[in-house]
């Protein structure tokens, strides 16, 4: 080793020396010597390798440049934005397996997702669709690709675990091809809950991060308004920004075509035209060669140009939280040591600068994307759709995310017409009863809801909370306004008008879910503090809330289905540990069972959660041991939302099915020996109510409710039992066998003539809709028996 480093020593001044002498001595000749071999080179490459021209390249979509030109400036630089990145270099392409064997596609269908609140996006989806219905038709033809019809899915219906978690299963192997059309709305609505799906599906560690990466494509068109929100910053177009850049992470960067934009009062229909015929050239592609064509990833045929975009889009996000960051440090220390780490730009930021810093960002998202979490919404605006849906159908909205209407059934009691179940049932006087809800939102999208697409629906209370005085003195006001003005209507009867105005009862199940408001136990202190009684419906998805609760009077929880598959069908639960959820509401409404008086809401849907479910419901009356089972027959609401949601009149159950469903699930429990037994009904209303033999006492039902008593158990302070404040027995009128309808009053058809014999009709109950209860008044026709 030392003998070695002697030898280097030696030689190593003596080298560089004689090269440096050398070069001196023979440069000129040594470079052209050099030059001349480099163009000698060069000339024998260029004869022997052929030139591909440039018109070899195949025309493949996107054909952007052509259409470039038609594009008004301010959209052409949108539309610059999303056009792929041409990556010129000695860069390899990657291969993929439609290169390796292309046109492997035998099956393929488009899937055009669409969602709509005032009917724009729902009308151009459905043209669209036809067109698209027609064009791949023809390429059916041409190719050796069979397209399927295109399918035209409403976002507020489908299921987004069947569509977005992976794509569907097709027994034909189809292979699908996503097409989403996206209005923007600033205010809460069912895309807030589909972006949230798109971003939890993206981050959730148990899924793979794009799992849709076996579509053959996706391609987004929005709709903005430009008079409101005249650019990206302002919101244009947010939301369909926002699922594109998602889809793009859950396909696996499969932006078949890039997003289009349209302004639904300017130009809208122009540029949707170019882009559908941007989409079209994709499906082309996809039929001729398998793959979706030059410039995009999963092509495999060309340099995979939206990496950068996408990486873009991560590290804005990133740049985003550092900058807020920033702002904070910023703020509080008041120092520029503080901004190190921000890099040399902020370097120049004076110490004292407490504005808002002020960032260049150059991609369109960065200010967009921030804006609308920063801002807390409130769940149902005065300028929304939904407020004007609501108003329209005879909602008062109170503050921004409560609701109150005075039911069918307390105009018809004010009429002497007869009152809801809930009279024969528990002695509820329906003109005396106030419906409302102080959360007009739903973590469930229950098929029988008739507010599908209209609601605000979130897992999370996100929305301005307003203070629970405001609504109780807001929803009163808005009652008592509502049964004034009965007073001209034919047929109300003086002294049940002058009783009205005093609300006895309060039904919180209107629409929506009660619990959801954080607030709940002050709002219902205020009711009984004013000894109105209150009747809860929850919908078994929140037991935080739930366990929380303070003593109702009565405590419902919406049992829509008997077990995870029918539940999943039925409610369209957002959380996706709904069924965990479910269960735990069960063993906390068990707990509660000896506090208040707990009841299981059953809706029976035919073709849904009947069939073969009552052995599965015994199961979970068994788990519970609520003090009561109510179980009804569904109510139409014959909209276009309810038909949308795949229910039509045959999933109405007629009075003798639910009887037949009411007896099979008696015949269990009693096998069971769990003490219950079939007690009261109100056929007019499709209704029957299952209780506990603790509320029979000497043979008798005493499913009734002494609500003075009530009032007395709960101001005293101690602790109570349901069955202190057990009313009087169950009128004779009302037990099982009898019919249920109040002999005091007036039995009337539709228009109002008198009706002799009893009738057992289905679905025309009112009251409910709370977490998966029902919908609104039925607009059947009657099914009587
Ligand atoms: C309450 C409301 C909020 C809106 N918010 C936005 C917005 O933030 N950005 C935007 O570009 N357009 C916005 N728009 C415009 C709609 O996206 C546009 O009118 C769209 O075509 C509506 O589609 P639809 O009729 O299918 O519901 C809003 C419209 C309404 C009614
Ligand atoms: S249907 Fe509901 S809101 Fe109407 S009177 Fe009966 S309990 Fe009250």
Same mark, same amino acid.
């Given at each position: 080793?030392?003998?070695?480093?002697?030898?280097?020593?030696f030689l190593?001044?003596?080298?560089?020396?004689?090269?440096?002498?050398?070069?001196?001595?023979y440069?000129?000749p040594?470079?052209?010597?050099?030059f001349?071999?480099?163009?000698?080179?060069?000339?024998?490459?260029?004869?022997?390798?052929?030139?591909?021209?440039?018109?070899?390249?195949?025309?493949?979509s996107?054909k952007?440049?052509?259409?470039?030109?038609k594009?008004?400036?301010?959209?052409?630089?949108?539309?610059?934005?999303?056009?792929?990145?041409?990556i010129?270099?000695?860069?390899?392409?990657?291969?993929?397996?439609?290169?390796?064997?292309?046109?492997?596609?035998?099956?393929a269908?488009?899937?055009v997702?669409?969602?709509?609140?005032?009917g724009?996006?729902?009308k151009?989806?459905?043209?669209?669709?036809?067109?698209?219905?027609?064009?791949?038709?023809e390429?059916?033809?041409?190719t050796?690709?069979?397209?399927?019809?295109?399918?035209?899915?409403?976002l507020?219906?489908?299921?987004?675990d069947?569509?977005?978690?992976?794509?569907?299963?097709?027994?034909e192997n189809?292979?699908?091809?996503?097409?989403l059309?996206?209005?923007?709305?600033?205010?809460d609505?069912?895309?807030d809950?589909?972006?949230?799906?798109?971003?939890?599906?993206?981050?959730?560690?148990?899924?793979?991060?794009?799992p849709l990466?076996?579509?053959?494509?996706?391609?987004?068109?929005?709709?903005?308004?430009?008079?409101?929100?005249?650019?990206?910053?302002e919101?244009?177009?947010s939301?369909?920004?926002?699922v594109?850049?998602?889809?793009?992470?859950?396909?696996?960067?499969?932006?078949?075509?890039?997003?289009?934009?349209?302004?639904?009062?300017v130009?809208?229909?122009?540029?949707l035209?170019?882009? !559908? @015929?941007? %989409?079209?050239?994709v499906?082309?592609?996809?039929?001729?060669?398998?793959?979706? #064509?030059?410039?995009? *990833? =999963? $092509?495999?045929?060309a340099?995979?140009?939206?990496?950068?975009?996408?990486?873009?889009?991560?590290?804005?996000?990133f740049?985003?939280?550092?900058?807020?960051?920033?702002?904070?440090?910023?703020?509080?220390?008041?120092?520029?040591?503080?901004?190190?780490?921000?890099?040399?730009?902020?370097?120049?930021?004076?110490?004292?600068?407490?504005?808002p810093?002020?960032?260049?960002?150059?991609?369109?998202?960065k200010?967009?994307?921030?804006?609308?979490?920063?801002?807390? !919404? @409130?769940? %149902?605006?005065?300028?929304?759709?939904?407020?004007?849906?609501?108003?329209?159908? #005879?909602?008062s909205? *109170? =503050? $921004?995310?409560?609701?109150?209407?005075?039911?069918?059934?307390?105009?018809?009691?004010?009429r002497?017409?007869?009152?809801?179940?809930?009279?024969?049932?528990?002695?509820?006087?329906?003109?005396q009863?106030?419906?409302?809800?102080?959360?007009?939102?739903?973590?469930?999208?229950?098929?029988?809801?008739?507010?599908?697409?209209?609601?605000?629906?979130?897992?999370?209370?996100?929305?301005v909370?307003?203070?629970?005085?405001?609504i109780?003195?807001?929803?009163?006001?808005?009652?008592?306004?509502?049964?004034?003005?009965?007073?001209?209507?034919?047929?109300?009867?003086?002294?049940?008008?002058?009783?009205?105005m005093?609300?006895?009862?309060?039904?919180?199940?209107?629409?929506?879910?009660?619990?959801?408001?954080?607030?709940?136990?002050?709002?219902?202190?205020?009711?009984?503090?004013?000894?109105?009684?209150s009747?809860?419906?929850?919908?078994?998805?929140?037991?935080?809330?739930?366990?929380?609760?303070?003593?109702?009077?009565?405590?419902?929880?919406?049992?829509?289905?008997?077990?995870?598959?029918?539940l999943?069908?039925i409610?369209?639960?957002l959380?996706?540990?709904f069924?965990e959820?479910?269960?735990?509401?069960?063993?906390?409404?068990?707990?509660?069972?000896?506090?208040?008086?707990?009841?299981?809401?059953l809706?029976?849907v035919k073709?849904?959660?009947?069939?073969?479910?009552?052995?599965?419901?015994?199961?979970?009356?068994?788990?519970?041991?609520?003090?009561?089972?109510?179980?009804?027959?569904?109510?139409?609401?014959?909209?276009?939302?309810?038909?949308?949601?795949?229910?039509?009149?045959?999933?109405?159950?007629?009075?003798?099915?639910?009887?037949?469903?009411?007896?099979?699930l008696?015949?269990?429990?009693n096998?069971?020996?769990?003490g219950?037994?079939?007690?009261?009904?109100?056929?007019?209303?499709?209704?029957?109510?299952?209780?506990?033999?603790?509320?029979?006492v000497?043979?008798?039902w005493?499913t009734?409710?002494?609500y003075?008593?009530?009032?007395?158990?709960l101001?005293?302070?101690?602790?109570?039992?349901?069955?202190?404040?057990?009313?009087e027995?169950?009128?004779?009128?009302?037990?099982?066998?009898?019919?249920?309808?109040d002999?005091?009053?007036?039995?009337?058809d539709r228009?109002?003539?008198?009706k002799?014999?009893?009738?057992?009709?289905?679905?025309?109950?009112?009251?409910?809709?709370?977490?998966g209860?029902?919908?609104?008044?039925?607009?059947m026709?009657?099914?009587?028996?």
């Open positions: 080793m030392a003998h070695h480093t002697w030898v280097l020593r190593l001044p003596f080298e560089i020396a004689d090269i440096v002498a050398l070069w001196h001595t440069r000129v040594i470079i052209i010597t050099t001349s071999i480099l163009i000698i080179l060069r000339t024998i490459l260029h004869l022997r390798v052929p030139r591909v021209k440039v018109s070899d390249t195949p025309p493949l996107p952007l440049p052509a259409e470039k030109e594009v008004p400036i301010e959209e052409r630089n949108v539309v610059a934005e999303k056009v792929p990145k041409r010129v270099g000695g860069l390899k392409k990657k291969k993929s397996s439609q290169d390796e064997n292309p046109s492997t596609i035998q099956n269908q488009v899937l997702f669409f969602s709509s609140l005032t724009t996006t729902e151009t989806a459905k043209v669209l669709t036809e067109g698209l219905a027609q064009s791949t038709k390429l059916s033809k041409s050796s690709t069979t397209f399927l019809e295109p399918q035209l899915l409403d507020s219906y489908i299921d987004y069947d569509y977005f978690i992976t794509p569907p299963k097709s027994e189809t292979q699908y091809f996503y097409i059309l996206i209005p923007t709305f600033n205010i609505t069912v895309l809950n589909f972006l949230e799906h798109l971003q939890e599906t993206h981050n959730d560690f148990r899924i793979d991060t794009a990466s076996s579509l053959l494509g996706y391609s987004v068109f929005g709709f903005g308004d430009r008079e409101g929100w005249p650019t990206e910053e919101g244009f177009c939301q369909a920004r926002e594109d850049k998602w889809l793009a992470k859950l396909t696996g960067r499969k932006r078949a075509f890039p997003l289009g934009m349209g302004d639904s009062k130009d809208a229909t122009e540029r035209q170019e882009w !559908k @015929e941007g %989409v079209e050239d499906l082309a592609n996809i039929a001729t060669t398998g793959g979706l #064509g030059e410039g995009v *990833v =999963g $092509s495999g045929d340099v995979e140009s939206d990496v950068g975009d996408l990486d873009d889009e991560d590290e804005v996000l740049e985003e939280q550092k900058v807020a960051q920033r702002k904070t440090k910023a703020q509080k220390k008041d120092t520029l040591n503080d901004l190190e780490d921000i890099g040399s730009t902020l370097n120049q930021i004076t110490a004292d600068n407490s504005e810093l002020e960032m260049d960002f150059t991609t369109y998202s200010k967009a994307r921030s804006a609308p979490t920063t801002v807390t !919404k @409130e769940m %149902v605006p005065k300028n929304s759709p939904t407020y004007t849906a609501l108003t329209k159908q #005879g909602y909205i *109170v =503050g $921004s995310h409560s609701g109150v209407k005075i039911c069918r059934w307390t105009k018809s009691a004010l002497g017409r007869g009152s809801c179940y809930k009279y024969s049932f528990y002695g509820i006087a329906s003109h009863c106030m419906e409302t809800t102080p959360s007009l939102s739903c973590s469930n999208k229950c098929v029988f809801c008739w507010r599908h697409g209209t609601n605000p629906v979130g897992t999370t209370w996100r929305w909370v307003d203070p629970p005085d405001l109780f003195e807001g929803v009163k006001a808005g009652h008592y306004k509502k049964i004034k003005m009965m007073r001209g209507v034919p047929g109300v009867r003086s002294e049940r008008f002058a009783e009205a005093r609300i006895r009862h309060c039904a919180l199940s209107l629409v929506g879910e009660p619990i959801f408001y954080p607030h709940i136990n002050e709002f219902t202190a205020m009711l009984h503090k004013e000894h109105i009684s009747f809860l419906v929850c919908n078994a998805q929140h037991p935080d809330q739930l366990r929380a609760l303070q003593p109702v009077t009565q405590l419902y929880v919406s049992i829509d289905a008997s077990n995870r598959e029918s999943r069908k409610d369209r639960p959380h996706r540990d069924w959820r479910f269960q735990a509401c069960l063993e906390i409404l068990r707990e509660k069972r000896f506090q208040q008086r707990t009841v299981f809401r809706t029976l073709g849904f959660n009947i069939d073969d479910e009552a052995e599965g419901y015994a199961d979970l009356i068994e788990k519970s041991l609520p003090c009561f089972v109510e179980i009804k027959g569904v109510t139409y609401c014959g909209t276009s939302s309810s038909a949308g949601a795949g229910l039509t009149m045959q999933n109405v159950p007629f009075y003798t099915e639910v009887c037949a469903f009411v007896e099979a008696n015949s269990s429990l096998r069971r020996g769990l219950y037994g079939i007690a009261a009904e109100h056929a007019h209303s499709c209704c029957v109510l299952i209780a506990s033999e603790r509320f029979k000497d043979g008798k005493r009734r409710i002494d003075g008593r009530f009032f007395e158990c101001e005293s302070g101690r602790q109570f039992r349901p069955e202190d404040y057990m009313g027995e169950t009128p004779e009128w009302a037990c099982w066998g009898n019919g249920g309808f002999p005091r009053d007036e039995r009337v228009k109002g003539r008198r002799v014999l009893p009738v057992a009709t289905a679905g025309e109950e009112a009251c409910g809709g709370g977490g209860g029902e919908g609104e008044a039925c607009a026709e009657s099914r009587d028996e």
